[in-house]
């Protein structure tokens, strides 16, 4: 038998024990691995979620009984059940499986979280929270440190931590880190300041303090470089509600000065890091001016502000017309183009959580999400002001503290497909709520509610089981296809071909058989992926070039007609391909008919083109600007010189944006 201290503790660990830190090594990796953005890490955590809940149902005899408050357990079983109905009636049920997979983990998960924090009184004793939190924090600070590299070595001029993608050079997420750190500050202001300071000596507690200080101020700081300013908004706010807390709460002169000199070093702390990160880059890169995204005179201008007010009037409207259950997860992607109104103004979400949920799986599901999560906040909030002891260490306020940055961000906002985001802040709301709740009146049997949970755990498995042998073999398509190995692809779409998560692998396989010369069957292909998802403009424009290329004119201008009504701001081949489609049918008097309309749009995009709106000037636009012109300049000689213009203003504009990227200092760790 081994002696060896580390082994014995091994062996003692029990199973439910074994489960906690399986959870608690997934956090980690969730964090790490690009904020947990991927698919595959939205698989491993229903794995994970399987064997909580598992392991909680062997438990039944030895916990006979648990306090699950039933308004918690019917709230989420409601909010999943109305997630899978509305996926089942999707408008794109190519996409939004992982997302209904990822809700079920999430919340059994919270669920979990509810039952754990009952096994205490004061969540700062309850052994599962303190391990989360030490786990978490060191993940925080391990994640600011390696942002910190890529921020000074990298062409990105916004912090990111590890929330990017190495393969892709576009493929960085400031904003998701942000708001990662809103959730993340709180815990590790908890975790550095969980013990109180003893020291024999004044020059011995100056320099505990001022070490603590340095490590939440280091956070903090990689909080502001991101230059995110609704992350800003939202921190203030936080400070703000922690400020408001306390000062309710009365506490005496010695306590508000000894806070006040921490939150002086904290900040000062932050600023030099802030100072010192931006000294390292600029030696390297350029950096971000402050005052530049103060006065909306960055890249983007004011277009994050307009663009998000024009996405919450575009939910609106697509609420009204799909109230009950919505267009299904993820379809905001595919729908929200019909209603488009300004070149590349599109986005996968509407940067607000409950409009997304609203208009991707309907109003009721909205206001559950609404209720469940303001209710445990007004009573975290409501009984802390109302608590007789005054001690002002409760971990329970900051929790709500962090809970409220991440709730309040995601107003303007929307991150929590980031499995890194969305998996710490549903088990912080759940510890929370296990400890605001545990004294409910109306509870339901731990029977009932785990034999249900273990019920509904198995069929996600069984769904990410079978889905999980497609997607390996759906990615090795997309790979062979990326690397021009048409025939092997092929081969694995079509071993892909049950899949239910299919997302583009129809429309690959239409590409590659349009590009094969293979019209008949490049046309079916498309007409399946329409059968998924009709609202796709990509769809339509592959369907308008196969008939194109078939001769079928009546049928590409249906088509082209349909992909321009769905997606004309964000692809000009679809306005060009309808063009050369009306004159191939012989039916110019169309084009002159909508000659306006037409000139509109090409003047749209020759003004994104000017200012390189979302980069419009790096896209195959650029090329389709110049032909369209070319084609309407030989259809109206009298304004061709008008014409020629335009398409050289684009292709001048594209050229300096196009050199400029290129004369990028290139990435020195990828």
């Known amino acids: 038998m081994s002696s060896c201290p580390s082994m014995r503790l091994i062996n003692k660990l029990t199973r439910e024990q074994w489960v906690q830190w399986l959870l608690l090594c997934f956090v980690v990796v969730a964090v790490m691995w690009r904020g947990g953005k991927s698919i595959d890490v939205t698989w491993v955590l229903t794995g994970i979620a399987g064997a909580v809940v598992f392991s909680s149902f062997l438990s039944l005899k030895e916990k006979a009984s648990d306090r699950m408050p039933a308004f918690l357990w019917v709230a989420v079983m409601s909010f999943l059940v109305l997630t899978v109905v509305s996926y089942f009636y999707s408008s794109a049920k190519n996409y939004g499986f992982d997302e209904v997979i990822r809700t079920g983990s999430l919340l059994l998960l919270f669920l979990w979280a509810v039952r754990k924090a009952q096994d205490s009184v004061d969540l700062r004793e309850n052994e599962t929270c303190t391990h989360f939190i030490r786990v978490l924090s060191i993940a925080t600070l391990t994640a600011c440190g390696i942002g910190l590299v890529v921020y000074t070595f990298q062409p990105v001029n916004r912090f990111v931590g590890t929330f990017f993608d190495f ?17 993340t500050w709180p815990i590790v202001a908890e975790w550095v300041f969980r013990n109180p300071i003893e020291s024999n000596t004044k020059s011995q507690y100056s320099v505990n303090i001022i070490i603590r200080s340095l490590i939440l101020g280091f956070v903090i700081g990689c909080l502001f470089l991101s230059f995110s300013r609704g992350a800003i908004i939202a921190f203030v706010g936080q400070i703000i509600l922690l400020s408001g807390i306390l000062y309710i709460k009365k506490l005496d002169k010695t306590e508000w000065k000894r806070k006040a000199i921490k939150v002086g070093m904290i900040f000062v702390v932050s600023l030099l890091v802030f100072q010192f990160a931006n000294i390292l880059r600029s030696d390297v890169h350029q950096v971000l001016s402050v005052g530049k995204k103060i006065t909306f005179s960055a890249d983007e201008g004011v277009s994050s502000v307009s663009e998000r007010s024009e996405f919450w009037k575009q939910s609106i409207s697509l609420i009204k017309e799909e109230p009950l259950l919505g267009w299904g997860p993820y379809s905001f992607r595919f729908i929200q183009p019909h209603s488009q109104t300004q070149v590349l103004a599109t986005s996968d979400h509407p940067h607000n959580v409950f409009l997304k949920i609203a208009v991707e799986r309907g109003v009721i599901a909205s206001l559950i999400l609404l209720i ?3 209710l445990i906040l ?50 912080l709301v759940g510890f929370l709520s296990g400890s605001l709740f545990n004294d409910s009146k109306f509870v339901v049997h731990r029977k009932i509610s785990v034999s249900l949970e273990v019920i509904l755990v ?19 398509g997309r790979h062979a296809e990326a690397r021009g190995e048409e025939r092997i692809a092929m081969r694995w779409y079509q071993r892909s071909s049950n899949e239910w998560f299919s997302r583009d692998l129809h429309l690959s396989r239409s590409k590659i058989l349009f590009s094969q010369g293979n019209l008949t069957e490049a ?22 070039e196969i008939y194109e290329e078939m001769g079928v004119d009546d049928k590409a201008v249906s088509s082209y007609e349909t992909a321009y009504q769905y997606g004309v701001y964000n692809d000009l081949g679809i306005l060009h391909g309808l063009v050369r489609s009306y004159l191939a049918w012989n039916r110019a008097e169309e084009i002159d008919a909508r000659r306006e309309e037409f000139d509109s749009t090409i003047s749209d995009f020759a003004n994104a083109f000017t200012y390189n709106t979302h980069f419009v000037s790096l896209s195959p636009n650029v090329e389709e600007f110049v032909s369209l012109c070319e084609l309407f300049a030989r259809l109206y000689p009298e ?32």
């Open 458 to 476: 198995s069929i996600l498995l069984f769904a990410a089981l079978f889905e999980g042998v497609y997607l390996v073999t759906s990615s090795l």
């Open 639 to 670: 304004d061709a010189p008008s014409y020629f213009v335009l398409a050289a203003r684009a292709d001048h504009y594209a050229g300096v944006e196009r050199d400029r990227i290129d004369a990028r200092p290139p990435g020195f760790l990828w």
């Open 523 to 544: 046309e079916r292909a498309a007409r399946q992926y329409i059968k998924l998802n009709k609202s796709d403009y990509r769809s339509w424009k592959l369907l308008g």
């Open 378 to 427: 007004y009573k975290g909030i409501y009984s802390e002001v109302r608590k007789e002891s005054q001690s002002n260490n409760s971990l329970n306020i900051l929790i709500i503290v962090s809970l409220a940055g991440v709730i309040s961000h995601s107003l303007i906002d929307y991150n929590l497909q980031f499995v890194g985001i969305a998996l710490p802040f549903w088990l």
């Open 372 to 374: 469940l999560l303001g």
């Open 167 to 183: 393969r892709f050079h576009t493929d960085y997420w400031p904003n998701a880190w942000a708001n990662y750190l809103l959730l």
